[in-house]
């Protein structure tokens, strides 16, 4: 019997939930570059669905509302049996949403939170990332960064936006939405607030904490540098990590790379996986320690591992010691992917608690 596997695609995201795996959109083969029409409706109304423990995808169709437009580039979190799908490119020139919808994951159904608009909220966008945070019981959503089309909605205050020769325009808004009132809100923000970005990773800590790493600048400039994020239900404190230079192991600057976290003996790490910078991928994997602000790059992952862009990547815990990430799609020399990569992480293998 055929083994099934999804179609190629860059610009998704994978959400873990429980030992399952959950894939909508991105960029696919016959994807229509269109607002709406049929053949995109149908396209975006099934979830790719991997069961991690045999490594087997099946495809399924969705109930409720119809799916986001935001196909490619978009952010997305999970709360508990629910993943949330903020933003995204529409797929034809200049048209980015800033919609939120929640996607049940033991129903298969859509509901639609927050309608595309201009009048408030976010800007409309793509590149951005999105976490969920949980303070004193009560689960927010925090979106941060991305880039639009220029003046799509009222700014943000305190924010800064930065329109590239192309005419896009990055931000470095940071919102959350309070899903108990389903309302965004404007956190106060101190400390050392990145500039305007996007196609970044930003990866949770904790439930109240997260690291930003690297992302696109516009016009050819690219970051390696992380921060930190506390939250509040009303406020964000950001810290910077940027770069030391010298001869201290650090990632060089990159968009469009993947993160998970991983929890050992030792602390959280964060993996970094590929990513692109210039003409080409960087081709690389680094582990960051967290407490320590230390990086190690791991050199025996394969090329067909770290050599792409805009793909995802997950992590399903089978030990304390033993991690499996889960890799699917992206791009490579321009080309599309469709292959999943199953890496195992050893405490042992990669010596995480030195």
Not at 39 to 46: F, I, N, R, T
Not at 244 to 254: C, F, L
Request: charged share 20%.
């Amino acid at each position: 019997m055929e083994v099934y596997a999804p179609v190629e695609r860059y610009g998704h995201s994978t959400v873990q939930v429980g030992d399952y795996l959950y894939m909508w959109g991105g960029n696919q083969p016959d994807l229509p570059e269109v607002h709406n029409n049929e053949e995109k409706k149908s396209m975006c109304s099934v979830v790719e669905v991997c069961h991690v423990p045999t490594g087997e995808w099946v495809q399924k169709p969705t109930t409720g509302d119809p799916a986001p437009l935001g196909v490619r580039g978009y952010a997305a979190a999970v709360i508990r049996n629910e993943i949330f799908f903020f933003g995204g490119y529409c797929g034809h020139k200049g048209c980015f949403h800033n919609s939120l919808y929640s996607f049940n994951v033991d129903t298969f159904n859509w509901k639609e939170l927050s309608p595309t608009t201009s009048h408030h909220g976010p800007m409309m966008k793509s590149g951005s990332s999105m976490i969920a945070i949980k303070v004193k019981d009560e689960d927010y959503l925090a979106v941060i960064g991305g880039c639009g089309s220029s003046n799509n909605n009222p700014p943000q205050p305190g924010a800064q936006y930065s329109e590239d020769s192309n005419g896009y325009q990055r931000c470095n808004e940071i919102h959350t939405y309070r899903l108990k009132t389903d309302e965004w809100t404007s956190p106060t923000v101190t400390g050392d607030r990145p500039p305007p970005i996007n196609y970044f990773t930003l990866t949770s800590i904790t439930n109240t904490t997260a690291i930003l790493f690297g992302g696109y600048f516009g016009d050819e400039r690219w970051s390696n540098d992380a921060y930190v994020f506390e939250f509040t239900d009303t406020s964000v404190r950001c810290t910077e990590f940027p770069n030391p230079g010298g001869s201290v192991p650090w990632p060089k600057e990159r968009s469009g790379h993947s993160s998970v976290l991983i929890n050992c003996s030792s602390g959280p790490h964060l993996l970094v996986v590929g990513g692109f910078a210039g003409i080409r991928c960087t081709d690389d994997c680094w582990l960051l320690n967290i407490n320590k602000m230390e990086w190690k790059e791991l050199t025996n992952i394969p090329d067909s591992v770290t050599d792409r862009d805009s793909h995802s990547l997950s992590v399903w815990n089978e030990t304390q010691t033993t991690h499996w990430i889960i890799e699917f799609g992206g791009e490579r020399d321009y080309s599309s992917i469709s292959d999943t990569r199953f890496i195992e992480i050893s405490e042992y293998m990669y010596t995480l608690n030195d």
